[in-house]
């Protein structure tokens, strides 16, 4: 029988069980994957927390992203057929044995990628784009500032701005995370535990600020961010680790977090001419398939002609032990690139 990690109950990694997976039912315009690899997120970490709010209610397994073979497809599908190698991003289900996921959000893996590595592209890669260039607005001659250039949707970023033309600044919490970025062509890479993000930024854009911040912490953050912003700036807003700083749930940092995100104060953005652009993938990939498919085809061309170089930092076995220590590891800021579970 097919086995998942499911989210026992709130809690630290510690929760991430193994259990039995129910038996579902190919619909019309799905296909049915056996999985190879599922790619970690921090929105999992917060869907464990029990502070995601689209999640199901708890039990429910986790997962926003995996890779495979298709084994079996439904009624209505023209493009892919049973044995071949596909991505996929799912609405939870991830970590588990196998997957039904609707057509329109699988994309075929081309030859020569490793399916391994493609399963750490759907999620990070589109995100990236997306921010960058769709929300972000992003154009050469332009600047940038990534905050956790070294995450999985960082990494990701980095590699997409590479020979873009765009000034490239990016954040994170050590010398060696700092290194990997430049190496990866970032301009100025600021270690945060050293120095002052904001000075730093301003040092590097001659007073300026940065047309674009993507921010994937939000809560007291996002005012910073739109301090660093040049005039017509955006804040690319992600994600919300400041509402989830530790491995168990804490309603003080929902609280001081949270609170500035839900009464955010737009009139200054008035005075700064700066906008604020939120964006949730999984939602994206609903309302717009047709624009999510377009950039994961661009995408996974690029992954297969080795422009882009999808950053594997850690694997760990598709189990809820491999799974709780992938949390673990993702939580104590470890990781540089992306952290997958593989059968």
Same mark, same amino acid.
């Given at each position: 029988?097919?086995? *998942?990690?499911?989210?026992?109950?709130?809690?630290?990694?510690?929760?991430?069980?193994?259990?039995? =997976? !129910?038996?579902?039912?190919?619909?019309?315009?799905?296909?049915?994957?056996?999985?190879?690899?599922?790619?970690? /997120? #921090?929105?999992? $970490?917060?869907?464990?927390? +029990?502070?995601?709010?689209? @999640?199901? !209610?708890?039990?429910?397994?986790?997962?926003?992203?995996?890779?495979?073979?298709?084994?079996?497809?439904?009624?209505?599908?023209?493009? %892919?057929?049973?044995? *071949?190698?596909?991505?996929?991003?799912?609405?939870?289900?991830?970590?588990?044995?196998?997957?039904?996921?609707?057509?329109?959000?699988? #994309?075929?893996?081309?030859?020569?990628?490793?399916?391994?590595?493609?399963?750490?592209?759907?999620?990070?890669?589109?995100? @990236?784009?997306?921010?960058? %260039?769709?929300? +972000?607005?992003?154009?050469?001659?332009?600047?940038?500032?990534?905050?956790?250039?070294?995450?999985?949707?960082?990494? @990701?970023?980095? *590699?997409?701005?590479?020979?873009?033309?765009?000034?490239?600044?990016?954040?994170?919490?050590? =010398?060696?995370?700092?290194?990997?970025?430049?190496? *990866?062509?970032?301009?100025?890479?600021? &270690?945060? /535990?050293?120095?002052? $993000? =904001? =000075?730093?930024?301003?040092?590097?854009?001659?007073?300026?600020?940065?047309?674009? $911040?993507?921010?994937?912490?939000?809560?007291?953050?996002?005012?910073?961010?739109?301090?660093?912003?040049?005039?017509?700036?955006?804040?690319?807003? #992600?994600?919300?680790?400041?509402? &989830?700083?530790?491995?168990?749930?804490?309603?003080?940092?929902? @609280?001081?977090?949270?609170?500035?995100?839900? %009464? #955010? /104060?737009?009139?200054?953005? %008035? +005075?700064? &001419?700066?906008?604020?652009?939120?964006? &949730?993938?999984?939602?994206?990939?609903?309302?717009? !398939?047709?624009? $999510?498919?377009?950039?994961?085809?661009?995408?996974?061309?690029?992954?297969?002609?080795?422009?882009?170089?999808?950053?594997?930092?850690?694997?760990?076995?598709?189990? +809820?032990?491999?799974?709780?220590?992938?949390?673990?590891?993702?939580?104590?800021?470890?990781?540089?690139?992306?952290?997958?579970?593989?059968?």
């Amino acid at each position: 029988m097919a086995r *998942q990690v499911v989210i026992s109950k709130a809690g630290g990694p510690e929760v991430l069980v193994d259990r039995d =997976a !129910p038996h579902q039912l190919v619909g019309a315009g799905e296909v049915r994957i056996k999985v190879a690899a599922a790619g970690v /997120n #921090f929105a999992d $970490v917060v869907g464990r927390l +029990g502070n995601y709010p689209d @999640a199901p !209610p708890i039990p429910y397994c986790a997962g926003y992203e995996v890779s495979g073979t298709i084994s079996e497809v439904g009624a209505g599908v023209k493009d %892919f057929t049973v044995g *071949q190698r596909v991505c996929a991003l799912v609405k939870f289900g991830g970590y588990a044995d196998e997957v039904v996921a609707r057509a329109e959000g699988v #994309f075929a893996v081309p030859d020569g990628v490793d399916l391994i590595a493609a399963a750490g592209v759907p999620v990070t890669y589109l995100t @990236a784009y997306v921010c960058l %260039f769709d929300a +972000g607005g992003l154009t050469k001659g332009k600047s940038v500032l990534v905050i956790g250039g070294a995450g999985g949707v960082g990494s @990701a970023a980095v *590699q997409l701005l590479r020979g873009t033309g765009i000034q490239v600044i990016a954040s994170a919490g050590s =010398a060696a995370k700092c290194d990997w970025m430049k190496s *990866q062509g970032v301009e100025r890479a600021i &270690n945060y /535990n050293d120095e002052e $993000v =904001a =000075a730093a930024v301003k040092d590097a854009t001659a007073g300026r600020g940065v047309d674009a $911040v993507l921010d994937p912490i939000g809560g007291r953050s996002l005012a910073e961010s739109v301090a660093m912003c040049a005039p017509l700036g955006r804040v690319v807003s #992600f994600g919300v680790s400041a509402l &989830n700083p530790g491995k168990t749930r804490s309603l003080i940092a929902m @609280a001081r977090e949270g609170l500035p995100m839900r %009464f #955010f /104060n737009l009139i200054p953005l %008035f +005075g700064k &001419n700066v906008g604020v652009h939120g964006i &949730n993938m999984l939602a994206l990939a609903e309302a717009d !398939p047709q624009l $999510v498919r377009v950039r994961m085809d661009e995408i996974l061309a690029r992954v297969a002609r080795g422009e882009l170089e999808p950053v594997i930092a850690e694997r760990y076995p598709l189990d +809820g032990k491999g799974a709780a220590t992938a949390h673990h590891y993702l939580q104590d800021r470890k990781n540089i690139g992306k952290v997958v579970l593989v059968r």
